[in-house]
């Protein structure tokens, strides 16, 4: 049987004014692996690579710093 949590957690309020966005001057390319389409986003200040789903994706591409 599920166990009932409450929706948000008590340390919610460090972050509920937080809002995120990627960095300035990352680069975004679009790349096929394996037969699936990935996404991979290059941090050219520090030279860091992240590979991402479409989903991933979707999610980060939301982070534009307007909304929490």
């Known amino acids: 049987m599920a166990?009932?949590?409450?929706?948000?957690?008590?340390?919610?309020?460090?972050?509920a004014d937080l809002k995120p966005r990627l960095l300035t001057g990352v680069k975004i390319r679009r790349q096929y692996f394996r037969g699936g389409?990935?996404?991979?986003?290059?941090?050219?200040a520090n030279s860091e690579f992240a590979r991402m789903d479409e989903n991933a994706y979707r999610f980060a591409g939301s982070l534009?710093?307007?909304r929490t």
Do not use: S
């Open 3 to 15: 166990v009932e949590r409450p929706t948000f957690h008590e340390a919610w309020y460090r972050v």
């Open 37 to 44: 389409l990935w996404y991979v986003l290059e941090n050219p």
């Open 64 to 66: 534009d710093g307007r």
